[in-house]
């Protein structure tokens, strides 16, 4: 049975997720930073708005990034070595810089509070095994996010 338009407008989006993964370490970097993000906030007692203000800080910043690699391979496809075409790279660029930027803002403002770090330092001190879990867990998001990924030369059809 064929799959509806609006169901492979699904596919199409978490294969380009996909993508970013595999491809951009940038975005492998920002999303390490959400999940420890994520993980370390309940300590901080953030309320429902400020679950949604990160929800949305961690989408903005992925969704730029996304946004960006989209330019970058679309300009590196028309190959030219030109101003504009270095003006377009450049300045989603900036837009990526700018939505991290408006995150480390926010992440201050929540996570900036002597209370969340007590909290922190007593869970630590009464379950050894999460600050030992949180520290195994460094060297592997490295390695996932600083591995280098060759991509295929496959053609990507619809």
Known sequence: RAMSAFARGFVYAFRGIGICLRRERNFRVHTAVAVYVLLLAPYFLVS?????????????????EAVNTAIENAVDL???RCETARVAKDVAAGAVLLCALAAIGVGA????????????GQDFAAHIWKPIGLAASLPVAGFL???SYEPSDKKISK
């Open 78 to 80: 028309v190959g030219k």
């Open 109 to 120: 403002a929540l996570f900036v509070r002597a209370d969340g770090f007590v909290r922190l």
């Open 145 to 147: 996010v600083f591995r």
């Open 48 to 64: 429902r708005g400020e679950w949604a203000l990160l929800a949305l800080t961690i989408g903005l910043v992925m969704a730029a």
